[in-house]
Nanobody, 124 residues
Framework: QVQLEETGGGSVQPGGSLRISCAASEGFWFEHTMAWFRQAPGKEREFVAGLTKNGGVTLYSDAVKGRFTVYRENAKNTVHLTMNNLRPEDTAMYYC?????????????????WGQGTQVTVSL
């Protein structure tokens, strides 16, 4: 059973930056593709970014490309999402997800393991 725990959410003004992190339980780290999704009130959960087991391949949604960076810190079994130039439309609950696919999958329903989420709010 893979356990995921997100940290680092908070409130920031437009144009600001945040880094959120997802710590995974040991023993599964190198077997899983990791992804970040977000869900705003009244909207479906959407793919934000993902990276493969070895971190060699990353994928971003068009909405965040060029502003967000996803990367793995293998020594700590942690995946980070650095978010720059944040916009009010980035406001959402952000979730970490994991599964054993060899490629990055954008469909939320395809992921077996999820964290509890961390809130990111971008407002004046």
């Amino acid at each position: 059973q893979v356990q995921l725990e997100e940290t680092g959410g908070g409130s920031v003004q437009p144009g600001g930056s945040l880094r959120i992190s997802c710590a995974a339980s040991e023993g599964f780290w190198f077997e899983h593709t990791m992804a970040w999704f977000r869900q705003a009130p009244g909207k479906e959960r959407e793919f934000v970014a993902g990276l493969t087991k070895n971190g060699g391949v990353t994928l971003y949604s068009d909405a965040v490309k060029g502003r967000f960076t996803v990367y793995r810190e293998n020594a700590k079994n942690t995946v980070h999402l650095t978010m720059n130039n944040l916009r009010p439309e980035d406001t959402a609950m952000y979730y970490c997800a994991a599964d054993t696919y060899p490629v990055i999958v954008k469909l939320a329903r395809r992921y077996a393991y999820w964290g509890q989420g961390t809130q990111v709010t971008v407002s004046l």
